[in-house]
């Protein structure tokens, strides 16, 4: 296996022979200023390899040699803190001062300690109601933005071909301005329902929870005519495990525990642009 190992600061000459040897590897290739390639890794070394990157603040993965981005034909990502940096129903909270309530359970849910998603989103949007929908817009140009590196990877992957999916258990407010914006292609999420202006506290229509998301990637895939084991996933809370566990590869991005746990290669340090650099 290639052991591919990145780092959010450019790459220090000293991490070199330390990996090489944790990694039993052959010869080791720089990627570019931030990244490193070493051959014919040995994957039981992972724990130790796991120890010393997270010492030093480095991402690691191991990735079959010969494996390229073209291999793959979708990649599909969550938004709230995977695509951008913040979660929105927090940020809409804070405009009728239940940031912090609201917050809480976002945070439990996204953890995987509050096992129903529905029941979480319910409850999360219930509070919200008779806000007025302008918030929305405020939240949208004042304080989302998107996450390191989210432009890049974008533009490598469609420069590779692939189709892209934002798929979310947040808002069609958000994920439809973002598939304008940045060319996406497909976009799926949870509507909410305004009347005269106002947020009644409802969202309209099947709630995007992770079985949502994971029929989605499947129904996406099949649309492109590939199989899921051409698709990319990513995330960072449980409402995403089963549609990363449907892909060829899943990417935790600076994900909660149980999620960096499930996926094939965990970012907890650099962009979304390390995507690129797998390959």
Do not use: W
């Not at 570019?32 to 690691?60: F, K, M, N, V």
């Not at 929105?88 to 001062?97: H, L, T, W």
């Amino acid at each position: 296996m290639n052991l591919v190992v990145q780092s959010p600061e450019p790459f220090a000459a000293a991490h070199v022979k330390p990996l090489v040897a944790l990694a039993r590897g052959a010869q080791a290739h720089t990627i570019d200023g931030h990244a490193l390639r070493i051959a014919d890794a040995d994957p039981r070394q992972r724990l130790d390899i796991e120890s010393y990157c997270s010492t030093h603040a480095l991402d690691y993965a191991f990735v079959e040699p010969g494996r390229t981005l073209r291999d793959f034909g979708l990649v599909a990502m969550d938004m709230d803190s995977t695509l951008i940096t913040i979660e929105c129903i927090d940020e809409i909270a804070d405009f009728c001062g239940l940031k912090a309530e609201v917050s809480a359970i976002t945070e439990a849910s996204m953890r995987g300690e509050i096992k129903n998603f529905n029941e979480s989103l319910t409850a999360r949007v219930a509070l919200l109601k008779g806000l007025d929908a302008s918030a929305l817009e405020h939240v949208f140009t004042e304080r989302l933005r998107l996450s390191p590196g989210a432009q890049t990877m974008l533009a490598g992957a469609k420069a590779a071909g692939l189709s892209t999916l934002l798929v979310s258990g947040g808002f069609t407010f958000f994920t439809e301005r973002l598939k304008a914006q940045l060319g996406l292609d497909f976009a799926c999420a949870n509507t909410l329902e305004i009347v005269d202006g106002k947020l009644t506290g409802k969202v309209t229509g099947e709630i995007v929870n992770a079985s949502v998301k994971a029929r989605t990637v499947r129904e996406t895939c099949a649309r492109l005519g590939i199989p899921t084991s051409r698709a990319i996933a990513l995330g960072d809370g449980s409402n995403d495990l089963e549609m990363m566990a449907e892909v060829g590869l899943s990417v935790a991005f600076r994900a909660k525990p149980v999620v960096r746990a499930a996926a094939s290669v965990a970012f907890n340090h650099v962009g979304l642009d390390g995507l690129l650099r797998l390959f």
